[in-house]
């Protein structure tokens, strides 16, 4: 750029305005002056000759910022359902009288075990034996009708255990199958 008398580096204000085009094919005319043929620059380009620097694209980092977020929140809530699932909850316990004598001599418990799986599916399940939790006893599957409606009532005898539902149906468990720990 020429020096103006406005100091080096500035542009000089009664000046016209320089243009220069960079292409390779332009005339000098067309590449410095004071008004450059762009018409004619632009259409004796080539693919052959770079043109010039494309501006950098927000959109590919907005793009990175979006698919991260959206992978953490898939991934946070694929953590939390295999945590959370399959889920386990008791719904009803019953504990045999001390009156009822067994031969196993033990303490006996009943437990209606609601079951919430992964897929969605709900059982119930009856565990019946010596352990007052839920993992270890003789288990029977209950129809998903019978156990949303809850126990109405269990009645312990020393030749088993009688579970009444709501809904007047009765399950009785002979003692053979809960006693020794099963």
Not at 153 to 165: D, H, K, N
Request: aromatic fraction near 8%; charged fraction near 15%.
């Amino acid at each position: 750029m020429p020096l103006s008398p406005a100091g080096p580096g500035r542009p000089d204000h009664n000046r016209p305005p320089q243009f220069c085009v960079l292409l390779a094919e332009a005339s000098p005319a067309d590449r410095c002056g004071a008004a450059p043929n762009l018409e004619s620059a632009i259409t004796t380009s080539t693919p052959d000759q770079p043109g010039p620097i494309a501006p950098v694209r927000r959109t590919n980092a907005i793009g990175r910022v979006l698919l991260g977020g959206v992978s953490g929140v898939l991934l946070t809530v694929t953590v939390l359902t295999v945590l959370w699932w399959p889920r386990t909850e008791v719904t009803y316990r019953s504990t045999a009288p001390t009156t009822i004598a067994y031969s196993d001599e033990s303490a006996h418990f009943l437990t209606l075990v609601h079951q919430h799986s992964l897929s969605g599916r709900e059982s119930y399940r009856m565990v019946i034996g010596r352990s007052p939790g839920v993992s270890y006893g003789h288990w029977l599957d209950v129809d998903t009708a019978l156990g949303a409606k809850g126990i109405e009532s269990t009645t312990w005898t020393e030749s088993g255990v009688r579970v009444r539902f709501p809904t007047r149906h009765e399950v009785f468990v002979p003692a053979r199958f809960f006693l020794g720990g099963r």
